[in-house]
């Protein structure tokens, strides 16, 4: 079986930081790009980062030079840095993997269980 599990939400007071983990495992070859979603209560999901596998990231304007996506592809994790934050960032938080190459053959559009972000004034 090949798992996406997200760590690291919480609470934080606004301008704080808070880093988040997604951790894939299971017979995994490689993971070409990862990518960050969040949604907040009553909105649409949002695309916040997405990272290559050869470590090329982009961000939407909401979070751009804010946030920062890196990845270890030795043990296939993701993190999702996060800075500056704002209470409108409060959301969960999905990790999600477009590609993941395994023995078993190619799986498309995986995604994490979520993990809460809540930002305070």
């Known amino acids: 079986q090949v798992r996406l599990v997200e760590s690291g939400g919480g609470l934080v007071q606004a301008g704080g930081s808070l880093t988040l983990s997604c951790a894939a495992s299971g017979p995994i070859f490689s993971i070409n790009t990862m990518n960050w979603y969040r949604q907040a209560p009553g909105k649409q999901r949002e695309l916040v980062a997405t990272?290559?596998?050869?470590?090329?990231?982009n961000y939407p304007d909401s979070v751009k030079g804010r946030f920062t996506v890196s990845r270890v592809n030795a043990n296939n994790t993701g993190y999702l840095e996060m800075n500056s934050l704002k209470p409108e960032d409060t959301a969960v938080y999905y990790c999600?993997?477009?590609?993941?190459?395994?023995?078993?053959?190619?799986?498309?559009?995986?995604w994490g269980q979520g993990t809460q972000v809540t930002v305070s004034s």
């Open positions: 999600n993997a477009d590609r993941i190459f395994t023995a078993s053959g190619t799986l498309f559009g995986s």
């Open positions: 990272i290559t596998s050869g470590g090329t990231a």
